[in-house]
């Protein structure tokens, strides 16, 4: 199965926001709601950020949001700050695994 | 606070094999699917399979399927994954992460590297 498609960088400056892409087919992110994203800092154990498509774990902050519309998912993170430049990946269910996105490398200005 | 500890990575020729294991901690590992994820180097996240909370259901990426078995012994709060027959192409970090709500993966380890290479 192929990985869903991401943009593979975005930037912003501090304050900005951003909004990165998640793009699937019906037989994954468009079938069903269950799209999460990750982040990923070097050296360090992914972050869950969104789950469910748009549900925020606890602790994590209301700056980032997440959204679907057909088989499109996206992530946004408003009032960009320094510590949200990190690679961000989706992940969608599918009946027999999950995939990833190619993932975003997100270049805070 | 949960915990997610992997080990057994190393350097092993190819068509060898390895086990890694997950040992849990600050949950009720009993009631949780958990997951295998993997990153090769310089390349995005690939998930590679997944054991139901108690261990009834596994299901595998296609890279895998054939070569890698996940299996889990609840007593001792740890998930294994034998793999056999590596490839260079395995050669990844692998991560353990634990299933969250709905279908997502609500908390990871720090990994354990994994080098196939003669």
């Known amino acids: 199965q192929s990985a869903l498609t991401q943009p593979a960088s975005v930037s912003g400056s501090p304050g900005q926001s951003i909004t990165i892409s998640c793009t699937g087919t019906s037989s994954d992110v468009g079938g069903y709601d269950f799209v999460s994203w990750y982040q990923l800092h070097p050296g360090k154990a992914p972050r869950l950020m969104i789950y469910d498509v748009s549900n925020r774990p606890s602790g994590v902050s209301n700056r980032f949001s997440g959204s679907k519309s057909g088989n499109t998912a996206s992530l946004t993170i408003s009032g960009l700050q320094a510590e949200d430049e990190a690679d961000y990946y989706c992940s969608s269910f599918t009946l027999t695994s999950t995939i990833f996105g190619g993932g975003t490398k997100l270049t805070v200005l | 606070q949960v915990q997610l500890v992997e080990s057994g990575g190393g350097v092993v020729q190819p068509g060898r094999s390895l086990r890694l294991s997950c040992a849990a901690s600050?949950?009720?590992?009993?009631?949780?699917?958990i997951h295998w994820v993997r990153q090769a180097p310089g390349k995005g996240l690939e998930w590679v399979t997944v054991?139901?909370?108690?261990?009834?259901?596994?299901y595998y990426a296609d890279s895998v399927k054939g070569r890698f078995t996940i299996s889990r012994d609840n007593s001792k709060d740890t998930v294994y994954l034998q793999m056999n027959s590596l490839r260079a192409e395995d050669t990844a970090v692998y991560y353990c992460?634990?299933?969250?709500?709905?279908?997502?993966?609500?908390?990871w380890g720090q990994g354990t590297t994994v080098t196939v290479s003669s």
């Open positions: 600050g949950f009720t590992f009993s009631s949780y699917d």
């Open positions: 054991i139901s909370y108690d261990g009834s259901n596994k």
């Open positions: 992460a634990k299933g969250g709500s709905g279908w997502c993966m609500d908390a």
